[in-house]
């Protein structure tokens, strides 16, 4: 695979280079820039498979790169300093990202899951992390789900609760939308929700408070929820549930 590298720090620049070689030695390095102009330049000569992009640069950002050059087909993988609100905007957006400084075994792990994603970036998922990095201190209102087939993007009002499935997660939606099966564990979207009225009511369920319709007072209790769906309390959270709905 061949690539380029957008970074304005040297040393940054310098390092992700030399842990490329090292730990993805069939991915090539054919350019590099340090800022949008020249890498506005450089992706209108060169098309190459992988794009990584520091998001802020000296005379912009990433996502203004995006904008110039509309039409790549390149895997994008974004590389942000350890900053929580940037972390909560590419998990909430799932938009594939690297902290600095970069593991070499999520390197890794970025460039085998960019080989199947060459050219299927979604615009809608690009789209909720710039707004979300761009209003830095409040909560977005939607977040990007990967599923097998496609990319949803979602409202989190909408989401009706959250079953675990092994180390996977269904997301039972509003209106009559249809179910999504995601490939990450129900304990991830538990942080990432916390703040949006989700409750882990059970080992297997996250409740939108939202959605609670009735509280049943049986064995330890059950939820009714807005689509009709019941969802077990577990005994240890009964106090915390009532509580809650008083």
Do not use: W
């Not at 902290?99 to 994603?117: D, I, M, N, S």
């Not at 007072?217 to 577990?234: C, F, H, M, Q, T």
């Amino acid at each position: 695979m061949t690539a380029i590298l957008i970074e304005d720090m040297p040393h940054a620049l310098a390092a992700l280079q030399a842990d490329l070689a090292h730990y993805c030695p069939d991915v090539k390095v054919i350019g590099t820039a340090g800022s949008v102009v020249e890498a506005a330049k450089l992706l209108r000569k060169t098309k190459p498979d992988l794009l990584f992009l520091d998001i802020m640069l000296g005379d912009g950002t990433s996502f203004d790169i995006l904008e110039i050059v509309p039409d790549l087909s390149a895997a994008l993988i974004f590389i942000t300093a350890s900053d929580e609100f940037a972390v909560r905007a590419f998990r909430f957006s799932a938009v594939d990202y690297l902290l600095k400084p970069v593991a070499g075994e999520l390197l890794q792990a970025a460039v085998e899951r960019a080989q199947t994603r060459r050219g299927n970036h979604h615009s809608a998922s690009l789209d909720l992390l710039k707004q979300t990095i761009r209003q830095p201190d409040e909560l977005p209102d939607r977040i990007s789900l990967h599923t097998s087939e496609n990319i949803v993007v979602a409202k989190i009002d909408d989401i009706i609760r959250c079953e675990s499935d092994s180390n996977n997660t269904r997301f039972t939606f509003a209106g009559g939308q249809k179910s999504v099966f995601v490939t990450k564990t129900l304990k991830h979207y538990e942080k990432l929700l916390t703040g949006h009225h989700f409750v882990r009511v059970h080992q297997s369920h996250l409740v939108n408070f939202r959605h609670v319709v009735e509280f049943k007072k049986i064995d330890a209790g059950y939820l009714r929820l807005s689509n009709n769906d019941e969802v077990p309390v577990a005994s240890r959270k009964r106090a915390e549930v009532i509580e809650l709905l008083r």
